[in-house]
């Protein structure tokens, strides 16, 4: 059984790569077989990616986090806590999505923003 050490300080976990992109994927995490993992992206904890989503470069998606439909995540973005990013949106550079923050529509964050319990839609910040 392959294993992989996210850095979370949980040490080597069980985990694999997705055969779409080749990113690390923890086996508690839930990745659909159309989402694009890059080699540089993980997903662990219990995050669920679903869709036709894109995590890309060095993105992670993290503990509870779910992102879904044509959301893409890329840079060095972080989606983590029960943060939910759906619809079109698009999260890079070194922005955090966090919390319990759900973000829908065609909402854009970028630069070093960090979102916390905020419910957005179609908003961009950067």
Not at 89 to 95: E, F, T, V
Request: charged share 20%.
């Amino acid at each position: 059984m392959p294993t992989y050490d996210f850095g979370d300080g949980a040490g080597p976990v069980a985990a694999h790569q997705h055969a779409n992109g080749g990113g690390w994927v923890a086996d508690t995490a839930v990745v659909d077989d159309a989402v694009w993992i890059d080699a540089g992206a993980k997903v662990y904890g219990n995050a669920w990616v679903c869709g036709d989503a894109w995590i890309y470069e060095s993105a992670q998606i993290r503990g509870n986090a779910f992102v879904d439909h044509e959301a893409q995540v890329f840079g060095n973005a972080i989606i983590e806590g029960t943060a939910r990013v759906d619809g079109e949106c698009r999260i890079y550079d070194d922005a955090i999505i966090r919390g319990a923050s759900e973000l829908y529509g065609y909402t854009f964050i970028g630069g070093n923003q960090v979102v916390e319990d905020e419910i957005l839609h179609d908003e961009q910040r950067s």
